[in-house]
């Protein structure tokens, strides 16, 4: 498609890239309660009272959004309101870390983010906040810093977890080689398959006051290891296998955008090295909702995969390329057909 007279031509690309996000906009507003699977407890929230909201410790900043929705009586503004913000927050975060448009429209789709956005609103909204704060770190405004903090805690009204997210400027200083991925990628199966992982994070998790009283009738979500299994595992495994080898063909070409870009890339490449380390913990439900923060992560690399994998060989830039597209096409019909995140059959409102 790179090579056709539509993708050369800008008023054409920028018409179906607009067609695409109008399509997912509409998908978004349009489907049924029963499409996803924390869908009919926030349609459920919609007739509830502020009061009602805190007791379930919904943060403030939805229950501002909830409330009016409640005034025009029109409950699709929260779900419009939600992918409106979390696609521009991470399309912001992406095109200021030079990812490609179509790329990261594909892989916004194939690694099932938009699928699990019609499931934790109040945390997609938050994702879109901190995804647009962390723009700021790559201007050259004044007060960048400040401004960043500002939409973290923008994020956390609408989702209490988003304050580990002040780790990000941390990730512009680690430099991820393809030894480091391999090494992280031994770790992370070790901790899972042995479980020490989830042993490890156990305790930890029940320290957190906020997570022991909102789950303390669901204690199951705060200490199982979900339902992930060893099958379920090997997706993780193929994506470290398709990191190492990103960095181990890029590091023989010396004139890569690797090293003209450092800083973009030292934060994409770190985060997407945190997003995999999280599956050590085995499907853990706080850590999964930890996990979902970095989303962007996997989809920006994953775009760094496909167009700036560089090497002597076009032969071998190319089988990785497509390497990495069937990966995620077979990963994505893989967990619509056994329906993760419940969002197969869609039915429309």
């Not at 200021?96 to 109040?122: E, G, K, P, W």
């Not at 995969?305 to 076009?314: E, L, W």
Request: contains cysteine; proline residues 2%.
């Amino acid at each position: 498609m790179r090579n056709s007279i539509v993708y050369k031509n800008n008023v054409l690309r920028n018409i179906i890239l607009f067609s695409i996000v109008l399509l997912l906009l509409f998908l978004t507003v349009s489907r049924g309660i029963t499409v996803g699977t924390d869908y009919p407890a926030y349609n459920g929230y919609f007739y509830s009272t502020k009061d009602e909201l805190k007791v379930q410790y919904i943060e403030n900043g939805y229950i501002l959004l909830n409330s009016f929705a409640q005034s025009l009586n029109i409950f699709i503004i929260i779900p419009m309101c939600e992918f409106i913000i979390s696609f521009f927050g991470m399309y912001s975060l992406a095109k200021v870390n030079n990812c490609n448009d179509f790329s990261f429209i594909s892989m916004y789709i194939l690694t099932y983010t938009y699928m699990q956005s019609f499931n934790a609103l109040r945390q997609f909204i938050a994702i879109g906040f901190i995804t647009f704060g962390c723009t700021f770190l790559f201007s050259n405004r004044k007060f960048k810093l400040f401004w960043f903090v500002i939409f973290i805690l923008l994020a956390y009204e609408f989702h209490s977890s988003s304050l580990i997210m002040l780790i990000i400027p941390i990730l512009m200083k680690i430099r991820v080689t393809n030894v480091k991925v391999l090494l992280a990628g031994i770790l992370t199966s070790f901790l899972f398959i042995s479980k020490l992982g989830l042993k490890i994070i156990q305790p930890l998790i029940m320290m957190n006051d906020h997570y022991a009283i909102k789950y303390s009738d669901q204690a199951s979500f705060l200490i199982s290891a979900g339902n992930k299994g060893i099958v379920q595992f090997l997706p993780v495994i193929i994506q470290f296998i398709l990191f190492y080898l990103f960095l181990t063909i890029s590091k023989k070409n010396q004139n890569s955008s690797y090293v003209v870009n450092q800083v973009k890339y030292n934060f994409v490449l770190s985060g997407y090295l945190f997003f995999l380390m999280f599956y050590s913990v085995g499907g853990n439900g706080v850590m999964d909702r930890i996990q979902m923060f970095f989303f962007i992560f996997c989809i920006m690399a994953n775009c760094y995969f496909i167009d700036n994998v560089a090497g002597t060989s076009s032969e071998i830039r190319y089988l990785y390329q497509v390497s990495v597209i069937l990966f995620w096409i077979v990963y994505c019909l893989l967990r619509l057909i056994i329906n993760n995140a419940d969002v197969v059959p869609y039915v429309f409102n």
